[in-house]
């Protein structure tokens, strides 16, 4: 068997033509014809399956260590076909620190539909083994199932998935993990216990900020055929061009990780030692909890290339993100060019203010998603901008408190 950096260039390959391509073939046909009326076609309608789409299923599916790969038009198709696998009155316990759709998918559709969710502190593994329980006298049914990230976003706590699979199998629960953040280059949940992997493929996995596409990947055929239904009867597939981006995005998984991680440990460090930084929430970091780096010495092979860090308190952040040039500032994560966001006001405000304080997602908080451009450019871009919110403290006629309080009432909204 090929070693993980040979199978993201290769894959499986299919050998379905007799061209001599090196590349799969991108299959631009919703129908496949059938050779008589009475033969069964390997393929017959493109939602139900199609070469270029089966490529890939079975390329995450490799690098996942899984029984069987989907893949859908986003992460969140990825996970409402998942979550579509369970019935009324099921409950499924969710991590309190999830992907901002994700929050809203489960408490704004879900439940509407009588599948129930308890968030729970993941960290906590007590918590995470009384909330599976359930409470009996509140009349709870044991938990169907555990959900949770990898890393969290956007303060990046390790999350061991052993130890919470291991929780989980001892009350019958699946394990269902998104693992966007760090990859199968990084970990491969299955192999620790996790049931069922999904991927937002636009970030790590596609890496080029050029598509919106979803993948899961389970273990045993049970969970393969039940997935399988969601797929092709809800029907949100990933189409063939977009199949084949994402496909040509794993080839280079490795490379770019591994410079996204050198370029986000030397800014982690960077900002540590600036003056105006409070905090920096990146695990690869030696300061960081020793109980994170002992969890990542389990479980994890890096730390990835998103980190986030405070500011202190008078400084507004805002001004720092419109001053970046290098860094584009925008959503999403994973690709080669670097963002910066305020995740208060643009990727969790659907969290509710209250809830977002809770798990510590303050209204000061920036989040990088780290590239793999030159580090002294990216190290430059934050540092002039910070000079500039340092600059903005002292303009005459400004209150620092006034204007501080105008940003803190606008993350309200
Ligand atoms: C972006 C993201 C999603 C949603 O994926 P889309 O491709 O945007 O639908 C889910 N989970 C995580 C962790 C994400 O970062």
């Given at each position: 068997?090929?070693?993980?950096?040979?199978?993201?260039?290769?894959?499986?390959?299919?050998?379905?033509?007799?061209?001599?391509?090196?590349?799969?073939?991108?299959y631009?046909?919703?129908?496949?014809?059938?050779?008589?009326?009475?033969?069964?076609?390997r393929?017959?309608?493109?939602?139900?399956?199609?070469?270029?789409?089966?490529?890939?299923?079975?390329?995450?599916?490799?690098?996942?260590?899984?029984?069987?790969?989907?893949?859908?038009?986003?992460?969140?198709?990825?996970i409402h076909?998942?979550?579509?696998?369970?019935?009324?009155?099921?409950r499924?316990?969710?991590?309190?620190?999830?992907?901002?759709?994700?929050?809203?998918?489960?408490?704004?559709?879900?439940?509407?539909?009588?599948?129930?969710?308890?968030?729970?502190?993941?960290s906590?593994?007590?918590?995470?083994?009384?909330?599976?329980?359930?409470?009996?006298?509140?009349?709870?049914?044991?938990?169907?199932?555990?959900?949770?990230?990898?890393?969290?976003?956007?303060?990046?706590?390790?999350?061991?998935?052993?130890?919470?699979?291991?929780?989980?199998?001892?009350?019958?629960?699946?394990?269902?993990?998104?693992?966007?953040?760090?990859?199968?280059?990084?970990?491969?949940?299955?192999d620790?216990?996790?049931?069922?992997?999904?991927?937002?493929?636009?970030?790590?996995?596609?890496?080029?900020?050029?598509?919106?596409a979803?993948?899961?990947?389970?273990?045993?055929?049970?969970?393969?055929?039940?997935?399988?239904?969601?797929?092709?009867?809800?029907?949100?597939?990933?189409?063939p061009?977009?199949?084949?981006?994402?496909?040509?995005?794993?080839q280079?998984?490795?490379?770019?990780?591994?410079?996204?991680?050198?370029?986000?440990v030397?800014?982690a460090?960077?900002?540590?030692?600036?003056?105006?930084?409070?905090?920096?929430?990146?695990?690869?970091?030696?300061?960081?909890?020793?109980?994170?780096?002992?969890?990542?010495?389990?479980?994890?092979?890096?730390?990835?290339?998103?980190?986030?860090?405070?500011?202190?308190?008078?400084?507004?952040?805002?001004?720092?993100?419109?001053?970046?040039?290098?860094?584009?500032?925008?959503?999403?994560?994973?690709?080669?060019?670097?963002?910066?966001?305020?995740?208060?006001?643009?990727?969790?405000?659907?969290?509710?203010?209250?809830?977002?304080?809770?798990?510590?997602?303050?209204?000061?908080?920036?989040?990088?998603?780290?590239?793999?451009?030159?580090?002294?450019?990216?190290?430059?871009?934050?540092?002039?901008?910070?000079?500039?919110?340092?600059?903005?403290?002292?303009?005459?006629?400004?209150?620092?408190?006034?204007?501080?309080?105008?940003?803190?009432?606008?993350?309200?909204?």
């Open positions: 068997m090929t070693r993980f950096n040979t199978q993201l260039v290769h894959g499986l390959s299919v050998n379905d033509n007799t061209t001599g391509a090196v590349n799969p073939p991108i631009n046909s919703s129908t496949y014809a059938f050779e008589s009326v009475d033969s069964m076609p393929w017959d309608y493109a939602r139900s399956g199609n070469p270029t789409r089966e490529f890939l299923e079975r390329q995450i599916a490799q690098l996942e260590h899984g029984t069987r790969g989907f893949a859908f038009s986003s992460g969140l198709a990825a076909a998942v979550l579509s696998i369970f019935r009324p009155g099921d499924i316990v969710v991590g309190a620190n999830v992907y901002g759709g994700t929050y809203s998918l489960f408490n704004e559709h879900f439940s509407g539909w009588g599948l129930g969710s308890d968030p729970v502190d993941t906590d593994l007590a918590a995470v083994e009384s909330a599976i329980a359930g409470d009996s006298q509140r009349g709870d049914v044991p938990a169907r199932a555990v959900y949770f990230e990898t890393l969290t976003n956007p303060l990046l706590r390790v999350n061991d998935v052993a130890a919470i699979a291991r929780i989980a199998h001892r009350h019958g629960a699946l394990v269902i993990v998104d693992n966007t953040f760090v990859t199968p280059y990084l970990q491969q949940p299955l620790l216990g996790a049931d069922i992997v999904i991927h937002s493929a636009t970030k790590y996995l596609a890496g080029h900020s050029d598509v919106i979803g993948l899961a990947v389970v273990k045993g055929d049970d969970l393969a055929k039940r997935l399988y239904y969601s797929q092709n009867r809800l029907g949100g597939v990933l189409a061009a977009e199949c084949d981006s994402v496909r040509r995005g794993i280079t998984l490795a490379l770019r990780m591994d410079r996204q991680q050198e370029n986000a030397a800014i460090r960077y900002l540590l030692a600036h003056p105006l930084v409070r905090t920096v929430h990146y695990p690869g970091l030696p300061s960081s909890s020793s109980s994170d780096t002992a969890l990542a010495s389990k479980g994890l092979r890096g730390f990835g290339g998103v980190l986030s860090f405070e500011v202190v308190p008078g400084v507004d952040p805002s001004v720092i993100l419109d001053n970046l040039h290098v860094f584009r500032l925008a959503v999403s994560l994973g690709a080669v060019e670097s963002l910066a966001e305020l995740p208060c006001r643009m990727t969790h405000f659907e969290l509710p203010r209250e809830e977002r304080l809770k798990v510590g997602i303050t209204d000061e908080l920036i989040r990088l998603s780290v590239g793999i451009e030159d580090v002294d450019d990216l190290i430059e871009d934050l540092g002039q901008a910070l000079d500039k919110a340092y600059d903005a403290l002292g303009v005459p006629g400004v209150s620092v408190h006034d204007s501080f309080a105008d940003a803190a009432r606008g993350c309200r909204v």
